[in-house]
């Protein structure tokens, strides 16, 4: 029944993925592997597994998957498809076929003796072909193979278990594998919940001694003593992951941990004393990596006397905000620090060291303004380093705390540029009314059309400041006229034109910021359907440049961005939603026009990157790629007229 389940299921996996993984496998063994698998040469593939297993760990993960998954499909199946009397008898090859056992026997009941050969056949091919054939290396990889499959669709189902049951050979095979049963998951979610406690015990019993990785998810009070076998067999743990109700930590107050010599990474969500009570006398020399969310807690962390080199905590912390810095002061390995936290008001006068994190890669707070601007001044972060900043709730009796700030944002990026030659290149501006304003900074120097678009670039600092959306923007533009934004080349608004509340034109408050603090600017993008609207006003807009020394009494203009080499449009309306793509497009003639102008004053005008297009027809960008030979400029189209988005 199992065997059947399995090798049904697998039919479609094995004709979609075949063409796939062919042109993958590189490695000749593997090859020869496969050329048996597809053409069912059973014995063959058996002997050629036996001396080449090896092969499959040169695969990509992808190619890996595919391969294992056919041949366990071959395995399971207990009763393999013959082809024809003569070809078992002559060839011994086999192959699949969509013939069941039941037609053959209706086939044999309508008088037809074929059906009973091949059931005689088939009976017969099952004698001689016992799946005691494959080498145990590669049935264990079986296993693990369908247990992350069957996980992978349900993190917290024990049917993995079936594939130990198909036969004798199977099951002692799966029993003397500890390594197998290393992965316990106990939870209190699902109907299943009330009888995973034995499930668990069990599967502790059979990991012998080796290794473990455990996951208690908020278990039930009937899941209590499974739960403290598990907690009991933290000792022999290289990860846990724990959430743990109140009733279920009073039921471990006996439990007193001394060592865990594997232990590398811990997840703990639960009440602080028991996280004291468990491991302040626990020996923990491997653990990297913590992760905390208590509703209160104080540097009395037992974890923080390891070398760690990832924290996060998620709490409000009992103790006065500087008493963090000498905590941080003694992990100078860490690589990723994430503060979800609110603490309590601090003596504003004293003045306190800064503490250096050389090793520091990225820097989450969740946090107050106050918190904030306290761990930002005296933290020395790495150029290199990723912040993010994120403040749920904004006062609007805050705007002076807010810009007590600035100065300090300003200084740190003047201090990397003097260090390390390191300066801001983009600046990201996002709006997403009424819910957040984003502002980021970069300082890679990347001077690639795709700059904002490429998942691989990531900001230096990004500030979100959620709610109060007009006051937040108010905020954010202050800080970005303090910033050192010479040599930034990369600019991209997403949403709506950033603006001050009492800003009464948006557009010419934009246009002026750009003026003022974008000189080098060589690439613009504008996403979203409201902003890109504006790419012909800001294109078509000049300014007035100072005299030169030589003629000091006439006055020049110039057109706003003349360094400008790239546009890219997000989003951009080239004809509202239901209009005919015949009709004439405005905004497309607007903006071809300004191009022309530009290269017909300069030389040159930027070339033109668009993206999810509403209203863009093939024949725009033939009509555009026309004049695009005309004045030396370039467009890029992304495909199709886009539907409509909101």
């Known amino acids: 029944m199992i065997a059947d389940q399995l090798i049904s299921s697998s039919r479609n996996a094995f004709s979609r993925c075949r063409t796939r993984c062919r042109s993958k496998l590189i490695e000749g063994g593997v090859e020869e592997i496969w050329e048996d698998v597809c053409l069912g040469r059973i014995d063959d593939m058996y002997a050629d597994i036996v001396w080449k297993t090896k092969f499959l760990v040169k695969l990509d993960e992808r190619s890996r998957e595919h391969i294992i998954s056919v041949i366990a499909a071959l395995a399971l199946s207990t009763r393999p498809y013959p082809l024809s009397n003569s070809q078992l008898l002559n060839q011994n090859k086999y192959a699949f076929m969509t013939i069941t056992d039941g037609a053959l026997f209706r086939q044999a009941q309508d008088g037809d003796d074929t059906g009973f050969a091949e059931l005689k056949t088939r009976r017969r091919h099952n004698l001689l072909n016992s799946t005691t054939v494959l080498p145990p290396e590669l049935l264990v990889e079986i296993f693990r193979y369908y247990k992350v499959a069957e996980l992978e669709r349900d993190a917290y189902t024990h049917s993995w278990l079936r594939i130990t049951h198909v036969c004798h050979h199977w099951r002692q095979l799966a029993l003397q594998t500890p390594t197998l049963w290393s992965d316990i998951v106990i939870t209190g979610q699902g109907a299943n919940g009330q009888r995973q406690p034995a499930c668990t015990l069990e599967i502790l019993s059979r990991s012998d001694q080796v290794p473990l990785d455990l996951e208690v998810w908020d278990p039930t009070d009937p899941m209590l003593p499974a739960v403290q076998a598990l907690m009991r067999s933290v000792p022999r743990a290289r990860t846990l992951e724990a959430r743990l109700t109140h009733s279920i930590c009073q039921g471990l107050t006996e439990i007193r941990l001394i060592e865990a010599l594997h232990l590398t990474s811990i997840f703990l969500a639960c009440e602080f004393a028991t996280i004291v009570q468990l491991f302040d006398t626990c020996s923990m020399p491997l653990l990297r990596e913590v992760e905390v969310e208590t509703p209160r807690m104080n540097w009395n962390l037992p974890f923080l006397r390891c070398p760690l080199t990832s924290l996060a905590f998620d709490s409000t912390v009992m103790e006065p905000l500087p008493s963090i810095l000498p905590v941080l002061a ?30 520091l890669k990225t820097l989450t707070l969740i946090t107050s303004m106050e918190a904030f601007t306290f761990l930002y001044k005296h933290i020395d972060i790495p150029p290199k380093a990723i912040m993010r900043f994120d403040v749920s709730f904004l006062h609007l009796d805050e705007p002076e705390e807010f810009a007590l700030i600035f100065p ?110 974008f000189p080098s600017l060589t ?16 294109l078509s807009r000049r300014v007035s440049v100072a005299p030169s020394l030589e003629h000091p009494e006439t006055s020049a203009e ?63 960008a033939g009509e555009m790629c026309m004049i695009m030979d005309r004045v030396y400029w370039g467009v890029h189209w992304s495909g199709g007229d886009a539907e409509e988005e909101t």
């Open 558 to 620: 110039q057109w706003l961005m003349p360094r400008l080499q790239y546009l890219s449009l997000t989003k951009a309306v080239f004809r509202q939603p239901g209009t005919p793509l015949h009709e004439p497009s405005a905004f497309r003639n607007d903006l071809m026009d300004v191009l022309v102008a530009r290269a017909d004053a300069s030389g040159h005008a930027p070339s033109i990157n668009l993206h999810d297009s509403v209203g863009f027809s093939a024949g725009d």
């Open 523 to 538: 690439y613009l993008h504008l996403s979203g359907k409201q902003v890109t609207q504006h790419a012909p006003y800001l």
């Open 408 to 517: 300090s944002f300003a200084a740190n990026f003047e201090d990397l540029a003097a260090r390390f030659d390191v300066h801001i290149r983009g600046l990201k501006f996002s709006t997403r009314p009424p819910n957040s304003v984003q502002l980021e900074l970069y300082v890679p120097d990347a001077p690639v059309m795709d700059y904002f678009l490429n998942p691989n670039t990531r900001p230096h600092l990004r500030i979100t400041l959620h709610r109060q959306y007009e006051f937040a923007q108010t905020v954010l533009l202050g800080l970005l006229r303090v910033l050192p934004l010479t040599k930034a080349t990369h600019l991209g608004i997403t949403g709506t034109l950033p603006a001050d509340e009492q800003e009464p034109v948006p557009i010419d408050g934009f246009a002026l910021l750009i003026e003022d603090k």
């Open 330 to 359: 003694q992990l100078p390995a860490l690589q990723h620090l994430r503060i979800n936290a609110t603490f309590p008001e601090r003596d504003g006068s004293a003045v306190f060291p800064h503490v250096s994190l050389p090793a």
